[in-house]
């Protein structure tokens, strides 16, 4: 059975750090599937945030996030992460990791539970 | 950088009701449009992609329909499960994933 597991609910204060993460299981994390982050604000709709490519770790930002985030991928252990330098307020929102299916369509078709990351001072 | 608008951006309907939800791309992108439902507190959940193509799993009551700019989502037979955002989003191998801003589908 595929999962993308997420890592848990993060508080944090402006400025600081964060590395959340999405766990794949139930199939070959490198062979020639893309991993997506999204972004959904309160009560908001979703934005992409960028892909990576976990075998090469080859990543494509959405011009509106680039330089705003990291995204990087441990294929050894088969989880892919998001990373922020120094939160804002701002960045308050649940995050997905999403797989996109392996062929020539690109499309989503399965997805991690979200993790709410809540930055505040 | 291809743009995707959703009408309308909430709607009300009854049980048993036939719904459609439009989505409209600012530039053509033959089918490469997909669907997700996604319910209060959990992830979206891809209903259609290639605009017409159903997901396993998904039931029959949903359709989509369209080509180049302008495609629509439909539901027959509206089911309690249905009350949901609804979300168009285009994706093509240049790796543009841009999403609708949802539909709101409410019950009456």
């Known amino acids: 059975e595929v999962q993308l597991v997420q890592s848990g609910t993060e508080v944090k204060k402006p400025g600081e750090s964060l590395n959340i993460s999405c766990k794949a299981s139930?199939?070959?994390?490198?062979?020639?599937?893309?991993l997506m982050w999204v972004r959904q604000m309160p009560g908001k709709g979703l934005e992409w945030m960028g892909i990576i490519y976990p075998d090469d770790s080859d990543t494509r930002y959405n011009p509106s996030f680039q330089g705003q985030v990291t995204m990087s991928a441990d294929k050894s252990i088969n989880t892919a992460y998001l990373h922020w330098s120094s939160l804002q307020a701002s960045d308050t929102a649940v995050y997905f990791c999403?797989?996109?299916?392996?062929?020539?369509?690109?499309?989503?078709?399965?997805w991690g539970q979200g993790t709410l990351v809540y930055v505040s001072s | 950088d291809i743009q995707m608008t959703q009408s309308p951006s909430s709607l009300s309907a009854s049980i048993g009701d036939r719904v459609t939800i439009t989505c409209r791309a600012s530039?053509?992108?033959?089918?490469?449009l997909n669907w997700y439902q996604q319910q209060p507190g959990k992830a979206p959940k891809l209903l259609i992609s290639a605009a017409s193509t159903l997901e396993s799993g998904v039931p029959s009551r949903f359709s989509g329909s369209g080509y180049g700019t302008d495609f629509t989502l439909s539901i027959n037979n509206l089911q309690p499960a249905d009350f949901a955002v609804y979300y168009c989003q285009h994706s093509d191998s240049t790796h543009n994933y841009n999403f609708g801003q949802g539909t709101k589908l409410e019950i009456k």
């Open positions: 530039q053509t992108i033959r089918d490469y």
């Open positions: 139930g199939y070959s994390f490198t062979d020639n599937y893309w």
């Open positions: 999403a797989r996109r299916r392996s062929g020539w369509y690109p499309s989503f078709d399965f």
